[in-house]
């Protein structure tokens, strides 16, 4: 084959192996594109939700505190009631809440 035709087939296939992988590097930039802003809508919905579990907590954190000042709150009870006295009712080794998952 004629070195000058070598070249020239060599300037084809390097340049269409150049715009191959310019074709997929924006592709790839595309998709990254519409990841990025899927998760941006996901993250907008969930922030309302995570300030109102904020909320939420800080709301039962103050009421904790308020009942253990009064004396109200005890650590050993579950639901208003001490662990033993709900493993009595139930008579059952684990209580039906915590089989449930409730």
Request: charged residues 25%; contains cysteine.
């Amino acid at each position: 084959m004629d070195p000058t035709l070598w070249n020239f087939h060599i300037q084809v296939v390097s340049g269409a192996a150049e715009a191959d992988v310019i074709e997929i590097l924006c592709d790839y930039y595309d998709m990254m594109r519409d990841y990025f802003q899927s998760m941006l809508r996901f993250y907008n919905e969930l922030v309302p939700q995570v300030f109102e579990f904020r909320r939420h907590v800080q709301e039962a954190k103050e009421k904790r505190a308020i009942a253990r000042q009064k004396g109200i709150y005890r650590e050993d009870q579950m639901f208003g009631i001490s662990l033993d006295s709900l493993l009595s009712i139930e008579q059952q080794e684990i209580p039906r809440v915590v089989q449930t998952g409730m």
